[in-house]
């Protein structure tokens, strides 16, 4: 996500390490590049303008410049403008304690509008709600069967009536079903024209007036630099905008229009598309993206990835497990299939803190092949293997072998690796978000400087040092708090 904007800035900040003295001569030398990097990426002139004066002012005070870290003082001035910038956005939905929440979708033709009906769907799905969709685009019936087509895949409702030619007949009757059949939240996806004419707008305004939607959001196309910030201007006279959608920003977006729309417009960005399926919409953060931008990451997004795989008692279960050292290559083949669904790993990398090179790695055709080859391993080998690893011998190792189509070499490898990350799991379970982030900064360290144990983690079966009595009865405490929540929950 905006890689050529993320590497042009990154150039600016080494651009300033390094240096026995940094002067404002260097430091506007480091700005320059940061002002190049913003107009390549397609950023509104104006806002880059407005961007740079505040970033200059505060980047050449005495502060900065004669700080031991310099060019780490610019990184933290660029990211406060940055979500300065975006922000500040408030991505709920906000929905009525009483009738339906009527949300209308509005957009140019190959937006990305009806994809988004039923990525909306999807994230309404896991609070619980389900919405009913209104196909309101008559002039493409194309477009009225790719929303039944979501609505079937999803499992929601969908309100069609090809025969009619008014939509704003056809959002009223949506609306009314969706009173009478209890639905908490209606979802219009109104027709799109390859460019902004006369007549379209006429239609949409029509619809908002006679319907009067509770919000209304403009689906752009990210990959189309100012033009999407055009087109969101011009919607925004006509309609009013509560939001935006930003779509396909797993592209090759350059990200003028992410950093331009709002301040062009006044019209927040609500929410994200980052890839077709239909989990691959996320709630707009400005602190967010701006730490994507620079390329630290965004934990909380990360966070949320995982909760969408592991629901809490699944990770209660495995947090006990791992406490007490029964976590079983059964767990770890039940894991390993959660996160192999497509584009999956590849997000979550991009997500971590110093983890984006390896995001294409994780997405390659190669990593998928290594996933499925794990997963065929532990199907090959008995419910005692699973159990217990150290019963497999050169025999054994033979036989799974055969059984998953792989060389015995590879279930040797994967055994060993399996051996090192038990006790790596072990030790983070039971500890704090803040405690299992120095443990992943230590073993990405040491795995990206070749150290071959999966990062060198120092568990208590890796030191040799002895527990005192004390410190067991703590751990066996922990354990047993684990156990006893655990089974709680299964009640």
Avoid: W
């Avoid at 150039?11 to 390094?18: C, E, Q, R, Y």
């Avoid at 994967?414 to 983070?428: E, G, L, N, S």
Wanted: charged letters at 25%; a positive charge.
């Amino acid at each position: 996500m905006f890689d050529s904007l993320s590497d042009g800035l990154q150039s600016a900040f080494k651009s300033l390490s390094g240096k026995g003295k940094l002067t404002e001569g260097n430091m506007r030398d480091g700005l320059k590049i940061v002002e190049q990097s913003l107009l390549e990426a397609d950023v509104s002139y104006s806002v880059v303008q407005d961007f740079m004066a505040h970033v200059t002012e505060k980047a050449l005070g005495k502060r900065v410049l004669l700080s031991l870290r310099p060019q780490e003082e610019l990184v933290r001035i660029v990211y406060d403008e940055l979500v300065e910038t975006l922000g500040p956005v408030d991505s709920a939905l906000n929905l009525k304690a009483d009738g339906p929440t009527v949300i209308m979708l509005c957009g140019l033709q190959g937006s990305g509008k009806t994809t988004t009906c039923g990525k909306l769907t999807k994230l309404l799905q896991e609070q619980d709600i389900t919405p009913l969709l209104v196909a309101a685009d008559l002039q493409r019936p194309a477009a009225i069967e790719q929303l039944k087509v979501i609505g079937s895949q999803l499992g929601v409702p969908v309100h069609a009536e090809t025969d009619h030619k008014d939509p704003v007949k056809v959002c009223q009757a949506g609306v009314e079903m969706a009173r009478r059949d209890g639905n908490r939240v209606v979802i219009l996806d109104t027709a799109g024209r390859l460019a902004i004419d006369a007549e379209l707008m006429a239609e949409l305004k029509k619809i908002d007036r006679k319907v009067g939607p509770d919000q209304v959001y403009l689906v752009v196309d990210g990959m189309t630099g100012q033009d999407a910030v055009n087109s969101a201007g011009a919607f925004n006279d006509a309609l009013e905008l509560d939001g935006v959608v930003m779509t396909k920003l797993d592209g090759d977006a350059r990200g003028g229009a992410l950093l331009s729309v709002k301040q062009v417009t006044g019209v927040p960005i609500k929410f994200m598309g980052t890839g077709e399926h239909f989990d691959a919409l996320e709630p707009f953060r400005p602190e967010g993206m701006a730490s994507r931008i620079l390329q630290m990451g965004d934990i909380v997004a990360a966070a949320r990835e995982a909760h969408r795989i592991v629901d809490e008692q699944e990770r209660e279960e495995l947090e006990a497990k791992m406490a007490s050292g029964d976590f079983s290559l059964d767990d770890f083949k039940n894991m390993m299939q959660k996160v192999a669904q497509p584009g999956l790993m590849g997000r979550m990398m991009g997500l971590m803190p110093g983890m984006g090179q390896f995001k294409d790695m994780m997405e390659s055709e190669a990593a998928g092949g290594q996933i499925r080859q794990i997963i065929g391993a532990i199907n090959s080998m008995t419910p005692a293997e699973r159990k217990n690893p150290k019963l497999i011998d050169a025999t054994r190792r033979t036989r799974i072998a055969k059984g998953a189509g792989v060389q015995s070499p590879v279930i040797t490898q994967f055994i060993k690796q399996y051996d090192v990350m038990k006790p790596m799991m072990q030790a983070m379970s039971g500890k704090g978000t803040g405690d299992r982030m120095a443990m992943m900064r230590q073993i990405q360290a040491n795995a990206m400087s070749g150290d071959p144990r999966l990062g060198g983690l120092k568990t208590k079966q890796g030191t040799g040092k002895r527990l005192s009595p004390a410190q067991k009865a703590q751990q066996k405490k922990e354990r047993e708090k684990l156990k006893r929540k655990l089974k709680r929950k299964k009640r």
